[in-house]
């Protein structure tokens, strides 16, 4: 018997089955986790982008993860035939903060422990990190008045003068961090982190901005504790 009849008596005979009951466990396992990653992120994450569109998608990338690996796993031929797939497809994603990463990564690692089989080993690790993320938000200074993102996005001819609009913030927010800043071809988009004491400053701010800029597209997102009493 040549050495390809060989190899190929070889990979016929690693194909196994999965086990239904176990398969079943390990999916359902997958989802819990993916469910609570999902919640973690959104009470805890810090990104600026829409964390709840951002967290669905947890589930589905955990469980696709799970299922992949779980159908691979059985079969030395599906591994390789599957590392060719991945040479052929490319993905692609917009991910603009390091924190989305990470917790993509997570996700994807519980899939792969869950379809892997390592059921204690994922859940004891997963149970170690959320708990090191809520104790470390817990202990971080909070800044519960800096209750507000701002972002203004405005042609690149406007010619938008980022100290001018600083300094419209500075005069009606009591504190105003940049966050991010983003020029193209196109226009120009700022995000901020701003502090204001009540309703009438935003008004005020939001007036002043439109009236120096007024082709600008202008946002203010995540109220937290604007109308607190």
């Known amino acids: 018997m040549g050495k390809i009849e060989l190899f190929q008596e070889f990979l016929s005979t690693q ?81 603009k903060e390091p924190e989305e990463l990470a917790y993509l990564f997570l996700t994807i690692a519980i899939g792969l422990g869950m379809g892997a089989d390592q059921r204690l080993v994922t859940i004891v690790a997963f149970i170690f990190i959320i708990t090191f993320i809520v104790i470390r938000s817990l202990n971080q200074k909070k800044v519960e008045n800096r209750n507000l993102y701002f972002s203004i996005s405005a042609p690149i001819a406007e010619n938008v003068d980022i100290e001018q609009v600083v300094n419209v913030l500075v005069r009606h927010c009591n504190s105003v961090n940049l966050q991010r800043l983003d020029e193209n071809q196109e226009k120009v988009d700022m995000s901020f982190l701003v502090e204001f004491v009540d309703i009438v400053s935003l008004k005020d701010c939001k007036i002043e901005l439109q009236k120096m800029h007024q082709t600008s597209s202008i946002s203010f997102l995540d109220y937290k504790g604007l109308y607190a009493n």
């Open 15 to 95: 194909s196994i089955q999965v086990p239904l009951l176990g398969f079943v466990i390990n999916i359902l396992l997958t989802l819990i986790l993916a469910l609570i990653l999902s919640a973690v992120f959104k009470r805890y994450g810090t990104v600026i982008s829409n964390r709840r569109a951002f967290a669905n998608n947890f589930i589905l990338i955990a469980t696709t993860t799970m299922l992949i690996i779980a159908i691979v796993k059985s079969s030395l031929a599906l591994s390789l035939g599957l590392v060719g797939a991945l040479s052929i497809v490319r993905f692609r994603a917009a991910i």
